[in-house]
């Protein structure tokens, strides 16, 4: 009988320890940055609805207290406490307003960074999301020109947001396409763009998707474009929203580059 040789070829699978510490780390930050951006935005939908109820109760009581200061010496304990009673609505107030500004989102820290390297560092969450949903993310990002002013974090807070509203899109259909890219547009500023051949979303939608609390979705919070719309301004850029050429939806936005001379 011949003697048969087997080569048996053992690779570990399993990710190095320092890429799982790394991953950990990312994934602490952004979930710390998302519930900060998340408890802003929530800050100032409160500040905004509570605004007018507050002010509302206030011209009563006042309008109180000048019924009651008529009523002579009788009415003036009744006067004091709608004095207390409009001091606490007003504080109140401040209280809002005072947490908006703590929690303030457009509070970014624009350093210079490379498009692709922010990106490289979100491979490990897009493997998560592969393995999750069955989706692989396609990623096309352009090194020429990528040096852009951005803050590190908050800006793969947004790619983050975009990517898994994506995926959310497509569903798990055999098809589905979720897609990066990342383009020079010279003194345009350099592009990204996340796409997918989902549903897309329908014209009279367009401006409605950015509201918050605005969800189609299950258990969602409708948060997620608002708080990314407010990190893109805070770039000094602007969220577009289109149907991409795959089929589905299109959001873009241009980051301002930082060239050759000023880097150097
Ligand atoms: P949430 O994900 O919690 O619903 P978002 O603010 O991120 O909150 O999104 C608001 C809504 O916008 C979603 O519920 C969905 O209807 C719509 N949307 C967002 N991204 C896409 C997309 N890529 N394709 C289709 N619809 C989308």
């Known amino acids: 009988?011949?003697?048969?040789?087997?080569?048996?070829?053992?690779?570990?699978?399993?990710?190095?320890?320092?890429?799982?510490?790394?991953?950990?780390?990312?994934?602490?930050?952004?979930?710390?940055?998302?519930?900060?951006?998340?408890?802003?935005?929530?800050?100032?939908?409160?500040?905004?609805?509570?605004?007018?109820?507050?002010?509302?109760?206030?011209?009563?009581?006042?309008?109180?207290?000048?019924?009651?200061?008529?009523?002579?010496?009788?009415?003036?304990?009744?006067?004091?406490?709608?004095?207390?009673?409009k001091?606490?609505?007003l504080r109140a107030g401040d209280i809002i307003r005072r947490m908006r500004e703590l929690i303030a989102t457009g509070a970014s820290q624009l350093t210079e960074e490379r498009v692709s390297s922010m990106v490289d560092d979100l491979r490990p969450l897009f493997d998560l999301i592969r393995q999750e949903t069955g989706i692989a993310v396609r990623i096309d990002v352009d090194t020429t020109g990528d040096r852009v002013l951005a803050d590190r974090i908050q800006f793969q807070q947004a790619i983050t947001n975009l990517v898994r509203n994506a995926v959310d899109a497509v569903g798990d259909h055999p098809g589905?396409?979720?897609?990066?890219?990342?383009?020079?547009?010279?003194d345009q500023g350099y592009e990204i763009r996340i796409e997918d051949n989902g549903p897309g979303i329908a014209e009279d939608?367009?401006?409605?998707?950015?509201?918050?609390?605005?969800?189609?979705?299950?258990g969602g919070m409708g948060l997620g474009l608002s708080v990314t719309r407010s990190i893109i301004e805070s770039h000094d850029a602007a969220l577009a929203v289109g149907r991409s050429a795959l089929g589905g939806a299109a959001f873009s936005f241009r980051l301002t580059p930082v060239t050759e001379l000023e880097a150097a």
């Open 87 to 89: 001091t606490q609505l």
């Open 205 to 218: 939608q367009m401006d409605r998707i950015f509201q918050p609390m605005m969800t189609t979705k299950a």
């Open 1 to 85: 009988m011949a003697s048969e040789r087997v080569v048996l070829s053992l690779a570990d699978q399993r990710p190095s320890l320092a890429v799982n510490d790394r991953m950990r780390d990312l994934m602490d930050q952004l979930s710390k940055s998302w519930r900060l951006n998340s408890m802003g935005e929530m800050a100032a939908i409160l500040a905004h609805e509570l605004n007018q109820p507050l002010t509302a109760a206030t011209v009563y009581l006042h309008a109180c207290q000048t019924d009651i200061a008529r009523a002579g010496p009788i009415g003036d304990s009744a006067g004091r406490a709608l004095d207390l009673a």
């Open 176 to 186: 589905a396409v979720v897609s990066l890219t990342g383009r020079s547009l010279a």
